[in-house]
């Protein structure tokens, strides 16, 4: 069965670096997303991305955040500065036709910050 | 805004008893509801859903109804087994956008 990819499973880095998630959607799928989850909070949403465009951002996706469709397979996030408060899991997921019951989830990065 | 609340984790029962998972939400208009489970080193799965007042979602012995009038889609399981251990996720969506609101999850675990 197809399945949405994320690397890596785990990152550690410091306060201030830049660090990128890499999610490899599902090859037919034109809807991409990604939510977080900081520990023991809910899974929220970050972006959604369609047509190489972003179509919806939360109001947690500011300027220090970035994504990318760099290719036909990859899906990126970036986040520029890391903070403390990025600690977090992070999810991508994709869909074929845009409808939220339709989204495939990747297994998530864990993203911790120092 | 619209919001979904969970019982608190984590769960543990033992294998064969009955689950019910607690889950309220709070929407404008009418949110479609929905179950997803993630199992240990996986993405989050779609378990169950339902998209209108009453309606009954059901997979793998899985169930929950959309109850309009108390806010709530408990999920339930008649007789648990050590496999079904995993993360549940109550979420909702509004059916103007496509992104999807969570819960903070409830872990379960289920001894033998």
């Known amino acids: 069965e197809p399945e949405v990819t994320q690397t890596p499973s785990h990152q550690v880095t410091q306060m201030g670096q830049e660090v990128i998630l890499r999610c490899v959607p599902i090859?037919?799928?034109?809807?991409f997303y990604w939510y977080r989850q900081i520990l023991g909070q809910k899974v929220e949403f970050l972006v959604s991305?369609?047509?190489?465009?972003?179509?919806?951002k939360s109001e947690i996706f500011d300027d220090q955040f970035s994504v990318e469709r760099p290719d036909g397979s990859n899906f990126t996030l970036k986040i520029r500065s890391t903070k403390l408060e990025d600690s977090a899991m992070y999810f991508c997921?994709?869909?074929?036709?845009?409808?939220?019951?339709?989204?495939?989830f990747g297994p998530g990065t864990r993203l911790l910050v120092l | 805004g619209d919001s979904v609340t969970q019982m608190e984790g984590p769960v543990t029962l033992s294998e064969e008893a009955f689950l019910t998972i607690n889950c309220t939400y709070t929407?404008?208009?009418?949110?479609?509801l929905f179950w997803y489970v993630q199992y240990p080193g996986e993405g989050l799965q779609l378990l169950l859903k339902?998209?209108?007042?009453?309606d009954k979602g059901s997979n793998k012995g899985f169930e929950a109804t959309y109850r309009k009038e108390t806010t709530s889609f408990h999920l339930e399981k008649g007789s648990v087994q050590v496999s079904d251990s995993a993360v549940y996720f109550c979420?909702?969506?509004?059916?103007?956008?496509?992104?999807?609101?969570f819960g903070k999850g409830t872990r379960l675990h289920i001894l033998p």
């Open positions: 997921a994709s869909s074929n036709i845009g409808r939220p019951e339709t989204q495939y």
């Open positions: 090859s037919n799928h034109l809807y």
């Open positions: 991305f369609y047509n190489n465009e972003i179509s919806e």
């Open positions: 929407a404008t208009g009418y949110p479609s």
């Open positions: 339902a998209t209108k007042a009453d």
């Open positions: 979420a909702l969506t509004s059916n103007r956008d496509d992104k999807i609101i």
